[in-house]
């Protein structure tokens, strides 16, 4: 996939799986995102409880990944991967990475939380794009 199709592509996802990682194991998680195409950056609003084993992923300054995808056949699916370092987004700056997650997003359900909401807290991050890679079936490629 070309530039162009891997921001149309992200654009319209808003969801995918966010993959935290280190040298004693992984943790991957189903995460709703916007695309910021001016910024080129991914916008997440992450909650955390206490015990938030996503803020110990992040306090080690690891690189992550989030990967989207499509599949409905051998023949048609797509896949977009990035790679890049979350980095918290300042208080002040909050309006514009959230218009974005509200435009582009596939918000998950409250349900999702395994604490009650009024004991978690959200705040924005951006994922900077070091590296993206995008895929599809070639069959896919000839219906476009």
């Given amino acids: 996939m070309d530039d162009d199709a891997v921001a149309e592509y992200l654009e319209s996802k808003g969801v995918g799986t966010l993959s935290f990682g280190n040298e004693t194991g992984g943790y991957g998680i189903p995460m709703s995102f916007g695309y910021d195409r001016v910024e080129d950056r991914i916008i997440f609003q992450l909650s955390f409880g206490e015990e938030s084993l996503k803020a110990k992923y992040i306090e080690e300054g690891n690189q992550v990944t989030l990967s989207a995808y499509d599949w409905e056949s051998i ?33 998950a359900s409250p349900e999702v939380f395994q604490e009650p909401l009024k004991d978690l807290d959200f705040e924005w991050y951006d994922l900077r794009i070091d590296d993206v890679h995008g895929r599809r079936a070639v069959d896919a490629e000839n219906e476009e």
């Fill in 75 to 107: 023949h048609d699916w797509r896949s977009v991967v990035v790679r890049g370092t979350l980095h918290e987004i300042p208080v002040a700056e909050n309006s514009r990475p959230a218009g974005i997650f509200a435009a582009f997003s596939k918000i």
